[in-house]
């Protein structure tokens, strides 16, 4: 099958339930038993939870009353993301042995660009099984994978044999791949917006295909010219291995709901600190101020500010984030307050690097040995 645009070999890999996976690691008691990382407590929250509590119903972000409720002999942990942070270290060593094209997503998953790779295997199956046996073997742990001639294809790819397992989708299988899938499993259509596209008709790739880029637009809007271009293959998003930030945050969760805006400055303070400490890290400033407030009954509010100029001071971030929380009464006790700040100075510098990726990419029809 012949594409107007350039292939390329990417692999995504994404380890399995890794946080509840490394807890078992270091505790080998823990396997076999129903296990969630996170709180137990009526105000905790599941971070993340294993295969056999999965089976309850148990999974992330629900509360951790809930998830006691689902399965009562539920096993719960307290997260240890310094741990997490050095496994995940490790599994990135594994895969700068095969490419320094590597974009981690989060601490268990990442993009790995093989078109070119330093093992000369033509193959990107192999090397995914390569990478997957090695961090089997020196890590102790186990990690899918799909791989295809995108980004987005791959992503989709590697949740369908979960765990342990792995899913190529070669160049002349992608549109049949693509026509057959459910909408939900399309990277990017989350369950509102899958909801919106059943009322619509749109079950499967192949309905998603029947519409035209302006039907797309009018009832998605941006997402639209990107719907109708991922069904059909396209998704030219290239592997960044320096991952620019588009925004930098900071929240916290509170073991007392906070019902006077007194104590919810004191924390902000607190936050706006965190939030200075992380923009100096990574040298950046932005433009738009957004507050995050969540509430008792988890109901999330934002609100936002843009200001002519770039800021990255504690008083400054304070001083509009303050503002923004007198803008309107809160509607409910809080538990939750975060301050982050984006439109970004690092803008212009994507940019440049999107052009010195597109005059880099590869250009002609390669042959796939995948």
Same mark, same amino acid.
């Given at each position: 099958?012949?594409?107007?645009?350039?292939?390329?070999?990417?692999?995504?890999?994404?380890?399995?339930?890794?946080?509840?996976? #490394?807890?078992?690691?270091?505790?080998?008691?823990?396997?076999? %038993?129903?296990?969630?990382?996170?709180?137990?407590?009526?105000?905790? #929250?599941?971070?993340?939870?294993?295969?056999?509590?999965?089976?309850?119903?148990?999974? =992330?972000?629900?509360?951790?009353?809930?998830?006691?409720?689902?399965?009562?002999?539920?096993?719960?942990?307290?997260?240890? &993301?310094?741990?997490?942070?050095?496994?995940?270290?490790?599994?990135? $060593?594994? &895969?700068?042995?095969?490419?320094?094209?590597?974009?981690?997503?989060?601490?268990?998953?990442?993009?790995?660009?093989?078109?070119?790779?330093?093992?000369?295997?033509?193959?990107?199956?192999?090397? $995914?099984?390569?990478?997957?046996?090695?961090?089997?073997?020196?890590?102790?742990?186990?990690?899918?994978?799909?791989?295809?001639?995108?980004?987005?294809?791959?992503?989709?790819?590697?949740?369908?044999?979960?765990?342990?397992?792995?899913?190529?989708?070669?160049?002349?299988?992608?549109?049949?791949?693509?026509?057959?899938?459910?909408?939900?499993?399309?990277?990017?259509?989350?369950? #509102?917006?899958?909801?919106?596209?059943?009322?619509?008709?749109?079950?499967?790739?192949?309905?998603?295909?029947?519409?035209?880029?302006?039907?797309?637009?009018?009832?998605?809007? %941006?997402?639209?010219?990107?719907?109708?271009?991922?069904?059909?293959?396209?998704?030219?998003?290239? #592997?960044?291995?320096?991952?620019?930030?588009?925004?930098?945050?900071?929240?916290?969760?509170?073991?007392?709901?906070?019902?006077?805006?007194? &104590?919810?400055?004191?924390?902000?303070?607190?936050?706006?600190?965190?939030?200075?400490?992380?923009?100096?890290?990574?040298?950046?400033?932005?433009?738009?101020?957004?507050?995050?407030?969540?509430?008792?009954?988890?109901?999330?509010?934002?609100?936002?500010?843009?200001?002519?100029?770039?800021?990255?001071?504690?008083?400054?971030?304070?001083?509009?984030?303050?503002?923004?929380?007198?803008?309107?009464?809160?509607?409910?006790?809080?538990?939750?307050?975060?301050?982050?700040?984006?439109?970004?100075?690092?803008?212009?510098?994507?940019?440049?690097?999107?052009?010195?990726?597109?005059?880099?990419?590869? =250009?002609?029809?390669?042959?796939?040995?995948?």
């Amino acid at each position: 099958m012949e594409f107007d645009f350039p292939l390329r070999k990417i692999i995504h890999v994404d380890m399995d339930a890794f946080y509840a996976s #490394v807890e078992e690691l270091d505790d080998p008691s823990l396997k076999g %038993k129903p296990l969630a990382v996170g709180g137990g407590s009526k105000r905790g #929250v599941v971070s993340a939870a294993n295969y056999e509590a999965r089976k309850f119903g148990v999974r =992330s972000a629900i509360s951790g009353f809930l998830a006691r409720k689902r399965c009562p002999e539920l096993i719960f942990v307290p997260p240890r &993301f310094d741990r997490y942070k050095e496994i995940s270290k490790q599994i990135r $060593a594994i &895969f700068y042995e095969y490419t320094d094209l590597v974009e981690p997503l989060s601490l268990d998953e990442a993009y790995l660009d093989v078109t070119q790779n330093k093992k000369g295997n033509p193959s990107a199956s192999m090397i $995914a099984e390569e990478i997957r046996a090695k961090i089997l073997k020196d890590v102790g742990l186990s990690a899918s994978a799909g791989i295809s001639i995108n980004k987005f294809i791959a992503k989709v790819a590697s949740d369908y044999n979960k765990p342990n397992g792995q899913k190529t989708v070669p160049p002349e299988e992608v549109l049949g791949f693509l026509e057959v899938l459910d909408i939900r499993k399309f990277y990017g259509v989350g369950k #509102v917006t899958a909801e919106r596209m059943y009322q619509l008709g749109i079950f499967t790739g192949k309905d998603l295909k029947t519409k035209d880029v302006e039907f797309l637009t009018e009832h998605f809007g %941006k997402s639209g010219s990107f719907y109708f271009n991922v069904v059909r293959g396209i998704h030219l998003s290239t #592997v960044k291995p320096n991952r620019i930030a588009k925004s930098v945050g900071a929240e916290r969760t509170f073991s007392d709901n906070l019902t006077s805006e007194i &104590f919810m400055l004191e924390k902000l303070e607190n936050i706006a600190t965190e939030l200075e400490r992380r923009l100096k890290k990574y040298d950046v400033s932005g433009k738009t101020i957004t507050l995050k407030i969540k509430y008792s009954d988890f109901t999330t509010q934002t609100r936002s500010k843009t200001i002519p100029y770039y800021i990255s001071a504690k008083d400054l971030i304070l001083e509009t984030a303050k503002e923004l929380l007198y803008q309107e009464k809160p509607k409910d006790s809080v538990r939750l307050l975060g301050i982050s700040l984006n439109n970004l100075n690092t803008d212009k510098k994507e940019k440049k690097q999107q052009k010195t990726e597109q005059k880099n990419s590869i =250009s002609v029809q390669l042959k796939f040995e995948f």
